[in-house]
């Protein structure tokens, strides 16, 4: 769903712009850090990274991680300029949490520095997150791939 804003100023000069479709960057943020993670294991395809991921290869997951972080950053820092930096940080369950069964799946746990927060940034992170965990989501449900621990 592609949502266009248009206004007019008073010299009746149209001027559009265009929302980005998160959900359209989610999948090319999902297809790309696939890719990412197939080149560094050195596979031969896309398919053969996901079915390492659909065994569970703490490798592979490891890179996929790291190729949807950078490509989130990336993203954002495209579309807003107030983002200086992105980093990935690791959130990892406790000792305790693993000896009780209580480890959730790994996200991805991401700081962004910006210049200045915005309601804007908060928004573009706020919908890519939403659609990046749907598709998550989706494909976990669909093939029990990419389950962490």
């Known amino acids: 769903m592609t949502q266009v804003l248009s206004s007019r100023s008073s010299d009746l000069t149209e001027i559009e712009f265009t929302l980005p479709n998160p959900e359209n960057a989610a999948r090319a943020i999902l297809a ?10 050195r596979l031969g395809s896309p398919e053969a990274a996901i079915e390492l991921l659909r065994r569970g ?15 989130v ?9 107030e ?51 749907v598709r998550s989501s989706a494909s976990r449900s669909c093939s029990t791939c990419w389950t962490s621990r």
Do not use: N, W
Not at 73 to 81: C, M
């Open 32 to 41: 790309s850090a696939i890719e990412f993670c197939a080149q560094k294991m």
């Open 57 to 71: 290869d703490r490798s592979a997951q490891d890179y996929l991680r790291y190729g949807l972080a950078a490509q």
């Open 73 to 81: 950053g990336e993203h954002v820092g495209a579309l807003d300029d």
């Open 83 to 133: 983002v200086r930096a992105a980093y990935l940080y690791d959130d990892e369950a406790t000792a305790e949490d693993m000896a009780f069964g209580e480890a959730a799946p790994s996200l991805i746990h991401m700081i962004i520095h910006a210049r200045r927060k915005t309601g804007a940034l908060d928004s573009l992170i706020a919908g890519l997150s939403r659609a990046t965990t």
